[in-house]
Nanobody, 127 residues
């Protein structure tokens, strides 16, 4: 079973950038869509962005469009989330998620469409 480990979180100021990395082990991410979710204190986990297994299709939550960029390197078994112009409302634990093998929905956005999850990495954006 594929295991996912996120890294790259931290404490930054508003306007700064961070790049989150999700490294997969125990199997390949090739032919699996992937995504990022986040959970802020006291709130439910929410969708952030997702990418097709080929990497040519992406979908973003409206609040991060134009600021976040999702990419993947299947050869390196790694998913990336470049986050620019961070805002305090981006503060959350960010989770990497793996979809299902060649699933019909190329860019899934609901939690039920993902089969494996990482432990999360904390992103804190101060004013």
């Amino acid at each position: 079973q594929v295991q996912l480990v996120e890294s790259g979180g931290g404490l930054v100021q508003a306007g700064d950038s961070l790049r989150l990395t999700c490294a997969a082990s125990g199997g390949t991410i090739n032919r699996y869509p992937m995504g990022w979710f986040r959970q802020a204190p006291g709130k439910e986990r929410e969708f952030v962005a997702a990418i097709s297994w080929t990497g040519d299709s992406t979908y973003y939550q409206d609040s991060v469009k134009g600021r976040f960029t999702l990419s993947r390197d299947n050869a390196r078994n790694t998913l990336y989330l470049q986050m620019n112009t961070l805002k305090p409302e981006d503060t959350a634990v960010y989770y990497c998620a793996l979809g299902y093998f060649l699933q019909a929905v190329r860019v899934p956005i609901s939690e039920s469409m993902f089969s494996s999850w990482g432990q999360g990495t904390q992103v804190t954006v101060s004013t």
